[in-house]
């Protein structure tokens, strides 16, 4: 059997808890990514899921186990991961523009300057963002920061790229739209992505498989979640679906009842699971029920 | 209506005019020989000279002054002009010299916790030190009454920046930090391209006070070397009881500071960034 892309191997937090004591957030995390893959993980607030990701990203480290990508053990940050942090973190001095020339400019030094300003505008004009070029942050609203946010991680093609809740700060009509965009640039590129979320149709539409971990302390990644609805998405055709809905009511199901006691297999990998399986594999596409859905999804995405 | 600045203009005015006129007629002298106390008669009427000087009296000097402010007519009367060159180009000389060590050290402390916590001790005791306390150690180790005049601006400078310029850098916002680690800057590019930019408008403060601080510093200071520069020139002058020329030389010692003042909030606002 081949190595995988992405290699995770028995990975553990251990904090100190204030007491003398210690605190195992997470234990014995075991996955593997396939090149190309959208994998998205869903679990309670505080079961270590940004730390994960940013041991992912070299930003942090483990107690035990390591990571290994495309053969090589994974130590502190490098450009062939990017990350999308939550809060941005644009660099408020630089204007939009100059935000993405300076992550390109880091990835490809030997550039012209050209060069780097013309790749740069192409990947804003991706996200939308052509007309706010020399825009500071400050001016701009969250929803388009972290559109330069995005642009600037797509923008240095990196074989993995890393999400932390990119949308979670952003309402529902914006995340919407900007879910929209990610699919696009996707679709365009597919490049290996390990995204951190709270919002279970956001994974369904985005990924390929879904990691569910259990609650913390000595959380795990009990089950793989395989979604079988077949690319290209969109999100106002995914609920007609069958699968859709298998899906999510299982996801649902997972963090409501099981997410307490829930186990992966014996040998500490997740358990995979297809709900879907079976379930009809086409989406159907009348033009009567793509309409009646287009209002019901704004509808639905007014009242959240 | 008139605008706001066009009113606050009107009304500073009319608070300019409302003190020089109180300040007039406070200062008229007496009706020359009447009612004089016996006191008075034995020392001859009233001394002319020890009394404050109208404002009259004051523009008058300062048109004379202002209008041949570089001339030089030996080592006790030079032009308003000089006097305050040779304050201005201590001072900068001075501060110039504590920027190029506050902010690499400051960057240095601000970078390391292990620096910051070696230094620290020194710096606690060394920043409370009133600069003027420094000038006879100075005299004797330089030997040389500019060079000690402008060492004790570089003293007084000194700390704002450096510690201003630590905490800013200390203070850097650690997502900041992450895009540059994310992006595989070295240390000395992310200190340029990030936490600079970052830790500037902090870094500017600090230089700003720090400008503040020795402009106060060098009167004092020329004060006691003499020789010449503006803090010479207003103790001379009050040597001289020329009271005239002592309010002059305070009103364009309070001028050059606020152009100082001005010039470092200019180049604060240049950095500044909004989040
Ligand atoms: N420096 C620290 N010291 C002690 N405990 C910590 C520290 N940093 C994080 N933790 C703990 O680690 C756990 C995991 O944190 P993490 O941010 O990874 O959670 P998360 O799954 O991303 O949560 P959320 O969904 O709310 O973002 C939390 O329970 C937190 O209390
Ligand atoms: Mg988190």
Redesign the interface.
């Known amino acids: 059997m081949s190595k995988p892309f992405l290699e995770v191997d028995g990975l553990s937090k251990v904090y100190p808890d204030g007491q003398g004591g210690e605190l195992t957030v997470f234990e014995d995390i075991r996955f593997a990514l396939e090149k190309g893959e959208f994998v998205c993980i869903i679990g309670h607030s505080g079961c270590g899921k940004s730390t994960i990701l940013n041991v992912l ?3 942090d480290e483990a107690s035990a186990g390591n990571v290994v990508m495309n053969g090589k053990e994974i130590k ?4 062939e ?3 999308v ?1 939550q ?1 941005y ?1 644009l ?3 630089k204007t939009t523009l100059n935000n993405i020339v ?2 390109v400019r ?2 490809w030094p030997e550039w012209s300057k050209e060069k780097v300003k013309e790749h740069s505008e192409r990947y804003l004009k991706m996200v939308g963002l052509d007309h706010a070029l020399n825009r ?3 001016q701009l609203s969250g929803g388009m920061r972290q559109r330069v946010s995005i642009a600037r991680a797509f923008a ?1 093609q990196p074989e993995l790229l890393l999400l932390d809740e990119p949308f979670g700060a952003l309402d529902a009509l914006t995340r919407g739209v900007i879910q929209d965009e990610l699919v696009k640039i996707w679709e365009e590129t597919r490049q290996t992505v390990f995204m951190i979320t709270h919002d279970v149709d956001e994974a369904i539409l985005l990924s390929d498989r879904i990691f569910l971990m259990s609650n913390g302390p000595n959380a795990r990644i009990a089950e793989s979640v395989k979604v079988d609805i077949p690319h290209p998405r969109a999100r106002a055709t995914i609920f007609q679906n069958p699968a859709y809905h298998k899906t999510r009511d299982y996801l649902v199901d997972f963090l409501v009842n099981r997410s307490g006691s829930a186990l992966p297999e014996k040998d500490g990998t997740p358990k995979i699971v297809e709900p879907a399986k079976g379930a009809a594999r086409s989406t159907p596409a009348s033009a009567e029920s793509d309409t009646e859905s287009e209002s019901e999804t704004a509808a639905r995405a007014v009242n959240a | 209506m008139a605008s706001l600045n066009v009113r606050a203009a009107l009304l500073s005015v009319s608070f300019l005019i409302l003190a020089l006129g109180l300040w007039e007629m406070a200062t008229q002298p007496p009706e020359a020989q009447t009612g004089l106390t016996e006191y008075e008669m034995l020392m001859g009427g009233v001394e002319q000279e020890s009394r404050v000087p109208p404002p009259s009296a004051v523009i008058k000097l300062a048109w004379a002054e202002l209008s041949d402010p570089f001339y030089d007519a030996g080592a006790n009367d030079k032009g308003i002009g000089i006097q305050l060159a040779y304050s201005v180009y201590r001072v900068l000389t001075g501060y110039l010299a504590a920027m190029a060590i506050a902010l690499p050290v400051g960057f240095l402390i601000g970078m390391s916790p292990l620096m910051y916590k070696a230094l620290n001790p020194y710096i606690q005791v060394l920043r409370p030190i009133s600069p003027l306390a420094w000038m006879p150690l100075a005299l004797f180790i330089i030997q040389d009454s500019d060079a000690s005049a402008i060492f004790v601006i570089f003293i007084c400078s000194i700390w704002p920046m450096l510690l201003n310029t630590a905490f800013g850098v200390a203070n850097v916002r650690q ?2 930090v ?2 540059a ?5 070295g240390p000395l590019r992310t200190a340029i ?2 936490i600079l ?2 830790a ?1 408008p902090t870094i500017l403060t600090g230089m700003r006070i720090s400008i503040g601080i020795a402009w106060l510093v060098i009167v004092a200071a020329e004060m006691l070397v003499g020789g010449t520069g503006i803090g010479y020139y207003v103790w001379n002058e009050w040597n001289n009881l020329d009271l005239a020329s002592v309010i002059f030389s305070i009103l364009m010692i309070g001028v050059v500071g606020m152009l100082l003042d001005l010039a470092l909030g200019k180049a604060q606002k240049l ?1 500044e ?3």
């Open positions: 990203a070299g930003l502190g940050p490098g450009l991961r990017g990350v942090f809060n973190s660099l408020p001095w300076f992550a880091a990835r500071k942050p400050s240095t | 997502d900041w992450n895009v680690r994310t992006h595989e800057l391209t990030v930019p970052a500037a950095v960034y909004k989040e």
